[in-house]
């Protein structure tokens, strides 16, 4: 599982907060919009269970008005004697009118409120004789008005809508007739429905409902003054009108009923009658079950959200691992073929030592053998030339001449010098230099050697120029061996100059902070400049056999670097070579 940084991780739990807050907002959304459409079907059932009220009650609403125009009744009312044959006759009519008119109960009062005749005088409970002088609508009709009262029957105890109007005459108001609606039918329509509608009259009691459990229970609280009066006119008969187990809350900006723990939105309409309100409840879990149901298709979607953008992630680091794989291979190959060529190199360069081993060992043994012809050649011809002074002796003392003897004799010496000469300078090649060496005046060196050579020069050959500072210059060396060197190189020189007619050397001593410099030009034929980068070589001599072994400046070479100084060569611009020898100078005080 790959480590997820702090910066993701909260970047992460925020894009997770911000989807439950929109899945959240989705679902509340949701709710509010449901709420709406709901509340707009629950205005149309509304109106639709207005209508069948209204229809229930305007339909037997003429019955009242009808019934005070009948003479029989009219008679019934005004007769004071021979009753009991009007009685009979107005109840036979009452009976046929309420049977065609399907009314509950049609009945007439006298003017006291007693009952003088009803369509249900045949039955157990019927009205006549009873006196109803305490109900609203006879109050209101014996008063002139006409009267429409919901109440429970008093005789019995049936719920019906009461209406009634005044019978006159010409003397005034006889009395009164009534219409009684049953409810039940309408109440029992809406309970079939399944729907949670009720009527509540101006006390905030339900005298209608599709729940017949809320029926007689209350909304609001009925003062006392309130409940006296329904107590005195038994509108609900015993009903004790308790109210409803109610709270009333507000959910997406509408009324919410919660009766007995269920919630409701709450829709309500002025019904058909002063005081009464029609409610409309609709359940709050159809709202609820369309919320969750956004809620759950909500959260399911950002889960899928949220995993795939996990699934991608991963999918982004794996291909990421894949490609440092990838690379981790290619510079695995690429070191694998350095090391393959750091090992092909190291076998070349062993290779390359073990050549110049071979080389060196090749090129000793070539400069032995040039060497060993050299030696020999240069030694043979004197062993030659005293092998033929000899022979020439013995002849001579043979013949007795002795001074001739003693010539040969001078030869035999000069030529054994020679051999010496050379044996010498193979000694001195051959020398380990010492470890330290002694602090030496190099003007001295220089000075000692042009003298010698201007013992060996014929006066007036050679012109030799000296710079000199006058002040000694201190090196560490051997003053015999640098004696040697400037010896050599004034040999050198001279030789160079061999068939000139003017031959100059220039020699310069200087010293510049700490290090000494002496410089030997002349004005030869200088050097060819293909030999320049050999000619320090042992053994390399552009001369003649018996002139020269090309020792000289390869030993010379060898002792300035045993004194830590350098040597180097170049052409004088004109014509002739010019020798330049570095030392590290010492100061008298350093000693
Ligand atoms: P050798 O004098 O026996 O030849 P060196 O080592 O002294 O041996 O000199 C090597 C060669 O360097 C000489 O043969 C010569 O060709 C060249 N050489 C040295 N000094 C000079 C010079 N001043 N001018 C021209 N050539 C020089």
Known sequence: ????????????????????????????WVGVLTARDLSLVGQERLSLYQGTLRSALEKHRYLPFVLSRDEGIKNLLSEDDGKEGVATLVNRSLRATNQKAESDVLYVLNSDGTTLAASNWLEERSFVGHNYAFRPYYKDAIEGRESGFFAVGATTGVPGYFMSHAVLDKAGIKGVIVAKVDMRPLQKQW??????????????????????????????????????????????GGADLMPLNLQ???????????IDGQRYLS?????????????????????????QTAWIIGSVLLMLFFLGGLFLRERRQKLRSAQRARQAGRFQKINKKLQLEIDERKRTETQL????????????????????????????????????????????LAKGKKDSVKESLVEISSLTDRMSNITGELNSFAQKAPVEYDVVNLREALKNAINLMETVWKPGEIELHFQDLGTPVFVKG????????????????????GGQREKKIFVCLRQIDQCAIVVVEDSGSGIDPKNLDQIFDPFFTTKEVGEGVGLGLSISYGIIKDFGGNIRVEN????????????AAVFKLDI
């Open 1 to 28: 599982m790959p480590r997820i940084s702090w910066k993701t991780f909260l970047l992460w739990l925020s894009g997770l907060g911000v989807g439950i807050a929109v899945v959240y907002g989705a679902g509340y």
């Open 191 to 236: 309970h079939n429905g399944g729907e949670h509608v009720f009527v509540t009259d101006n006390n905030g009691v339900i005298f209608l409902s599709s729940r017949d459990e809320w029926r007689y229970r209350t909304i609001l609280q009925i003062d006392n003054v309130a409940m006296a009066r329904i107590r005195s006119n038994r509108q609900f």
């Open 248 to 258: 009333l809350h507000t959910l997406f900006s509408r009324n919410v009923f919660e």
């Open 267 to 291: 829709l309500k309409r002025d019904s058909v009658k002063p005081g009464w309100v029609m409610h409309f409840l609709i359940p709050l879990k159809l709202v609820e079950e369309k919320q």
């Open 353 to 396: 030592l073990k050549t110049q081993e071979d080389l060196v060992q090749t090129g000793k043994l070539a400069a032995l053998g040039q060497m060993s012809t050299a030696i020999a050649h240069e030694i043979n011809q004197p062993m030659a030339a005293i092998r033929t002074f000899v022979a020439s002796a013995r002849l001579l």
């Open 478 to 497: 051997d003053l015999l061996r640098l004696e040697q060197i400037f010896v050599n190189l004034f040999r050198n020189a001279a030789d160079a100059m």
């Open 572 to 583: 004088v611009k004109k014509s002739g070579a010019r020798f330049v020898i570095e030392f």
